[in-house]
C-alpha cells in the first residue's frame, strides 16, 4: 500500500533530479515543462501535507511548482541527503528506505531526469551492415556517487543497464537498452510523468510492429564515450 513516506520518497527524488533547495527561505521549486505533471507534484506535495503553489514563466512552456517550508527541507536534507544550492554533482541516494520508498525515489528520479527514445544502430556482422531501431532508456547525472549506486541497484533489481562518462555533457549516463529492459522498467518502476508515460506505452506497442534489436550492455563503471 501507497503511503505519504513513499509519495515524499517520489518528491525527494524529483527535487534530487529536477529541483532546487533554497536556504534563506527554505523554498523547495521543482520545474517542468508540462502543466499537468506540475499539478500532479501539487497535488501530490499537499496530499503529504504541504501547501504547494505552481508558477507560469510568461510566454514560456514552463512551470514551477514551489512550496516554503523548514520542516520539508530538514527532512530532504537529513533523510534524503539532498543538499541547499547547487548540489548536481554532490547528490547520493539515501541509504535506509524500504523498498517502495527506494522504487519511489528512483521513480522521481527517472520522472526528473531521464529520456526514452528509439535509437537507431548499425552492426557489422559477416560484412553486411544492419540497421535496427533500439529501444533505450538514458538517465543522465553529474555525481558519480550516484551514477555507482543506481547502476547497482538496477542490476539488483535484474534490469541490464549500461553506464558510460559523457564528456561533451560532463555527465554520467545509464542506458537501459533494448525490448526486455524497457518491458521490466515498465513492469518494476515505470513513469508517473504523463508525457513519459504516453511515450514509453507508444515505444512498448511499437516494439510489435518494427525491427528492434535485442541487443544488452554490460558496464562495471563508468568509461569515457569513444570519439567517432
Known sequence: MVEAKHYLAYIA??????????????????????????KKIKAMLRRIGYKAKIYSYRNTKKYEVYVYSKKLASILI????????????????PLDLDAL?????????????????LA????KRKNKIYKYLLPRITYK???????NQL??????????????????????????????NILLFNQLIGYLHPCKRRRLKHIIEKIN?????????????P?????A
Open 209 to 221: 510492429h518494427i525491427r528492434i534489436s535485442h541487443l544488452y550492455y554490460l558496464s562495471s563503471g
Open 13 to 38: 527524488g524529483l527535487v534530487a533530479s529536477d529541483g532546487t533547495l533554497i536556504k534563506c527561505s527554505y523554498k523547495i521549486k521543482i520545474t517542468t515543462s508540462n502543466k499537468s505533471f506540475a
Open 120 to 123: 537507431k544502430v548499425r552492426i
Open 223 to 227: 568509461r569515457r564515450r569513444r570519439s
Open 151 to 180: 547502476l547497482s541497484i538496477l542490476k539488483e533489481m535484474k534490469l541490464t543497464p549500461y553506464g558510460y562518462y559523457d564528456k561533451y555533457s560532463n555527465t554520467y549516463c545509464i542506458n537501459l537498452d533494448g525490448i526486455k
Open 141 to 147: 547525472t553529474q555525481s558519480i556517487k550516484l551514477y
Open 78 to 93: 537529513e533523510k534524503y541527503k539532498l543538499k541547499y544550492g547547487k548540489k548536481s554533482k554532490d547528490i547520493e541516494m
Open 101 to 117: 520508498e527506494l522504487l519511489y525515489y528512483i521513480k522521481g528520479l527517472y520522472d526528473g531526469d531521464s529520456s526514452i527514445y
